[in-house]
């Protein structure tokens, strides 16, 4: 039997074989792969890109002090872009899970319509939740915008939830008593995370605290736009910087709301903010890379 | 005579979207290719594949004689040159015509009919690149082809010659595809007549109708009966298996309509039934595979199964640590509608509105407010946010676990009912008063910030919402006039009654103008309403009732023409004996006899009696009599005929057959 490492080496080596950039997780509080710059950059513009990642992915509204079996603050996706999509996109998914060790012709594949909509991102596609004997693995998207842009080279997103594939494939019932390596569980690996941010994302974080980092970053990452519009020599710009800013507010406004502190009038205007903040530097991203400014540089 | 194939290989989709798409192909196919004739066209489709059968199209079109109209003969002969050159041939092949300016050259030309094979390569790209999805996807770049998922390959075959086109870089040809995991993992060539079979080779069953029987009869014994699900599972599947698997029977504990909600919506199962009715501790899975040799699929649905419903307990547990009712506070952090605030101002709003409705309608007041304040509470529960589907139910089934009175629990439960014109009303008179004060709150307040339904565009559901109003207030005949709660907004009472219009045409079958006969006349409680409208159709048929109609126009048209707005009061000492004054006493009789009278048939029996008089009137007497006096009286005659007996309905609606006024 595999290990919780077992797999996602299995599907790291998978997509690597296949041309994929195998990167690192972004070191920064995201809720979800998409948001890491991998995904949200990369898919803009013209150039191809392949990549594959586990991203730790926060949701705290999500968090259950580590007492539901099933339900996690912090999971881990495997994210994988392909842009654009090859033609044989799912076939090479199945594959991938052949590659883990499922025997396909034992088991119920079915694709279930999910589209798939993200409002502080601008961005939207359609696609499936890939369902294995009546389980969700995995989300399927055909991205069609980003940051407010229609996208030309049409990427796949394929996220894998890790978690739920490896309870699966180890028959196990909690996450916490999947075995993360030999003779180490889940629970030894995360069960403190999910208790401890639990309690600070529900209870003891400071709302106060909470809005001023979320003005300052806010505020970080608007005065970066807007020196990226004075300015001429783009090559060089910090736009990503300026997209780090805006990650942390959007953690932040989900903490804030896992805290009950967004009430109904505030919650539009917040969303439209960080919205702003993600467009704006997805423009910036997208008038970097294009030919003209290179040639410029 | 040819027959056609085409088949559209596409990644899965969407179940829903798989009728609509096969309707608007065949049609779009039918409007470019009538004229081949192929009259028998079928459709079929899988999640895979959108599938099209002509049989017996003509190899080609029928020939066609077009005629060109070329110049006057007066134009000379210059004229006639040219337009003869233009056609490509000479002056002596053209003919005459003469038309109103004189006599001119034609020229009849033969059209040879296009040959099928050309006519479909040349139309089929717009044909399929056209059908019409209601979200759709581009993947060959932004300005491609939009397509409900990307088309990956295009079979379409003229008996065995392909029909060479190309949609989205994917070229048509002469191989399909089979089953994703069962099927030849290399493309495989069919021909019109091998086709069906080598699917079935394949694993994939074409038909609709065959996934359908082969799923119907594996499905087992006591199986909940569930068309809705079964329609869906077709589209899901190619080589449709089923499984009966079970789960430990302590879950049984969870109310009933939990665990329906996680087999049926979320996991797509049939539910199992125990002879008494109750839910067996089992359920039906229809699989994409075949069959499930190894027992793994089944057990992993269990696994699935268990842990959705230890997930609902667990909801359940986490949930009754706080009341309904302490939850109340926390509805203000959830938005309603952005421009309407949060449901905590609706709950209160809500809550005045069923005081208001209770006092109405007679019921108790206190559990009105309390049910109403109550109603909106499960959404902040774990339940909810999970199975949004059961919000209300939720609320109902906590409600009574926390010893809240079950007139409450029940109309808490019930009170997002109606939701369509199938759906039953709430059970209870304070489960209907609140859901009557749920939906006119919505309406109120939509209307109010301008948020109203236009065309085809309803974001809110207003006209459901109205829907629900009406049908409740009808179904359960309550004696409530709907036009006091609509006061002060402007715009919703035309729109409430327009949806009392369509229910009872569409719902209680009666004739139109029978409807806005009773309509033309300001309507208490919508039981009365229908009880007018019912007591119209019932007399319509009989012998005087349109003749009198008629006259009631002709009426409605002197007074108009001669200004009378409000009446005098008839002077019988100036009423001519003869006609006019057995109008009089006749009416004076039936005004009687129908104030007396408790039902509205009676009453308009009554009133069709008169149809004798008012003939005999209008042919006998003359309304405008020089003598001022007498035309003044005549007129206010008249005028009480009409204003009285248009308390029941405004007859002048009602479209007649004979002679009209």
């Given at each position: 039997m595999d290990t919780f490492q077992d797999t996602i080496f299995k599907l790291k080596r998978y997509w690597a074989d296949r041309g994929a950039v195998i990167q690192e997780p972004y070191d920064l509080e995201v809720g979800?792969?998409?948001?890491?710059p991998e995904t949200f950059l990369r898919v803009l513009g013209p150039k191809p890109y392949n990549v594959a990642y586990v991203q730790p992915s926060?949701?705290?509204?999500?968090?259950?002090y580590g007492e539901n079996p099933n339900r996690l603050y912090k999971h881990q996706q495997l994210q994988v872009i392909l842009?654009?999509?090859?033609?044989d996109v799912l076939d090479q998914y199945l594959g991938s899970l052949e590659a883990i060790g499922i025997d396909l012709r034992k088991h119920d594949i079915k694709f279930e319509e999910d589209n798939w909509e993200a409002p502080t991102l601008g961005a939207w596609g359609v696609g499936w939740q890939v369902m294995l004997d009546g389980l969700e693995i995995t989300q399927f998207t055909y991205f069609q915008q980003c940051g407010g842009m229609d996208l030309d080279l049409v990427p796949a997103e394929i996220t894998y939830g890790l978690e739920r594939i490896v309870a699966f494939l180890q028959n196990?019932?909690?996450?916490?008593?999947?075995?993360?390596?030999?003779?180490?569980?889940y629970a030894h690996v995360r069960l403190a995370d999910e208790e401890q941010f639990s309690t600070y994302n529900f209870?003891?974080?400071d709302v106060a605290f909470l809005w001023k980092s979320f003005e300052l970053h806010e505020a970080e990452c608007q005065r970066l736009l807007q020196l990226f519009a004075k300015?001429?020599?783009?090559?060089?710009?910090?736009v990503l910087p300026a997209y780090d800013q805006a990650l942390k507010c959007s953690n932040l406004f989900n903490l804030l709301d896992a805290r009950g502190a967004i009430s109904v009038t505030e919650r539009v205007a917040v969303i439209a903010r960080v919205r702003k903040l993600a467009v704006g530097v997805a423009e910036a991203w997208v008038a970097q890379q294009s030919p003209t400014e290179q040639e410029a540089a | 005579m040819a027959d056609f194939l085409l088949e559209i290989g596409?990644?899965?989709?969407p179940d829903w979207m798989i009728d609509p798409a096969l309707a608007d192909l065949r049609t779009k196919f039918h409007a470019s290719?009538?004229?081949?004739?192929?009259?028998a066209l079928q459709t079929e489709a899988t999640p895979r594949r959108l599938v099209l059968i002509a049989k017996d199209l003509l190899e080609r079109a029928p020939d066609t004689q077009a005629i060109a109209q070329g110049p006057?003969?007066?134009?000379?002969p210059k004229a006639a040159e040219g337009f003869a050159k233009k056609q490509g041939?000479?002056?002596?092949?053209l003919a005459k015509a003469q038309d109103a300016k004189g006599e001119r050259y034609v020229f009849h030309q033969h059209v040879e009919g296009q040959a099928v094979n050309d006519a479909l390569r040349e139309k089929l790209p717009g044909i399929v690149a056209g059908i019409h999805f209601p979200k759709s996807m581009t993947?060959?770049?932004?300005?491609g082809v939009r397509f409900i998922r990307p088309i990956r390959w295009i079979v379409a075959l003229l008996d065995d010659v392909v029909v060479s086109f190309e949609v989205a870089d994917v070229k048509s040809g002469n191989t399909t595809r089979g089953h994703?995991?069962?099927?030849?993992?290399t493309p495989v060539p069919v021909t019109n007549n091998t086709y069906e079979q080598v699917l079935r080779d394949n694993f994939?069953?074409?038909?609709a109708d065959d996934r359908r029987s082969r799923i119907e009869s594996a499905l087992g014994t006591n199986v909940h009966h569930d068309p809705e699900l079964l329609g869906t599972l077709i589209y899901f599947t190619e080589w449709p298996s089923v499984i009966r698997g079970s789960f430990d029977?302590?879950?049984?504990?969870?109310?009933r309509e939990i665990l329906s909600t996680v087999m049926?919506?979320?996991?797509r199962y049939f539910s199992v039934l125990k002879p008494d009715g109750s839910l067996a501790p089992e359920f039906v899975a229809v699989t994409?595979?075949?069959?499930?040799p190894d027992g793994l699929i089944r057990h992993g649905n269990e696994r699935v199964l268990r842990a959705r419903f230890n997930d609902a307990r667990f909801f359940w547990e986490v949930d009754q640590r706080r009341a309904l009712f302490d939850r109340l506070p926390d509805l203000?952090?959830?938005?309603?509608q952005a421009k309407l605030g949060s449901y905590g101002e609706k709950a209160k709003r809500m809550s005045a509105l069923a005081g208001e409705l209770a006092e109405a309608l007679k019921a108790d007041k206190g559990t009105a407010t309390r049910a109403a304040l109550l109603?909106?509470?499960?959404?902040?529960t774990d339940m909810v946010k999970e199975f949004t589907e059961l919000q209300g139910v939720v609320g109902g089934l906590y409600a009574k676990t926390q010893g809240e009175p079950e007139a409450i629990a029940t109309a808490v439960y019930d009170h997002?009912?109606?939701?369509?014109?199938e759906d039953a009303i709430p059970r209870t008179l304070e489960g209907q008063i609140i859901a009557l004060a749920d939906k006119l709150d919505t309406l109120r307040e939509c209307f109010r910030v301008g948020l109203v339904p236009t065309g085809s565009k309803d974001p809110f559901a207003l006209r459901r919402a109205a829907q629900g109003v009406v049908k409740i207030l009808f179904d359960a005949r309550?004696?409530?006039?709907l036009a006091g709660f609509c006061?002060?907004?402007?715009?919703l009472l035309p729109f409430m009654t327009e949806r009392i219009d369509f229910y009872l045409r569409?719902?209680?079958?009666?004739?139109y103008d029978e409807v806005h006969a009773a309509l033309a006349v300001p309507f208490g409680s919508l039981a009365d309403l229908e009880d007018r409208t019912e007591a119209i159709h019932y007399i319509?048929?009989?012998?005087?009732f349109e003749p009198l109609a008629a006259s009631f126009k002709r009426i409605k048209n002197i007074l108009r023409q001669a200004e009378v707005e409000h009446a005098a009061g008839v002077?019988?000492?100036?009423l001519v004996p003869g006609p006019e004054k057995d109008l009089f006493q006749a009416f004076e009789q039936v005004r009687e006899q129908a104030a007396q009278s408790s039902s509205y048939r009676e009453k308009l029996t009554y009133i069709a009696s008169l149809r004798p008089k008012v003939d005999l009137f209008f042919d006998?007497?003359?309304?405008?009599?020089?003598d001022p006096v007498i035309r003044e009286n005549r007129l206010a005659l008249l005028y009480s005929l009409l204003t009285e007996f248009s308390i029941?309905?405004?007859?002048?609606e009602i479209v007649t057959e004979g002679p009209r006024a």
């Open positions: 979800a792969g998409t948001m890491a926060r949701r705290p509204a999500d968090g259950r842009k654009p999509s090859p033609e196990v019932e909690s996450v916490y008593d999947i075995e993360w390596a030999p003779g180490v569980k209870e003891t974080a300015t001429k020599d783009r090559r060089r710009f910090p | 596409t990644e899965e989709i290719f009538g004229e081949f004739a192929g009259d006057y003969v007066s134009a000379g041939t000479t002056v002596d092949q993947w060959t770049g932004r300005t994703r995991i069962l099927g030849s993992k994939v069953l074409l038909r029977s302590s879950y049984l504990q969870l109310p049926r919506h979320h996991q994409n595979t075949d069959g499930d203000d952090k959830v938005t309603f109603a909106k509470c499960d959404l902040t997002y009912k109606p939701v369509s014109m309550l004696d409530l006039e006061e002060g907004v402007p715009g569409e719902v209680r079958d009666f004739a319509r048929p009989t012998e005087d002077k019988s000492e100036l006998k007497i003359l309304v405008n009599d020089p029941i309905a405004d007859f002048s």
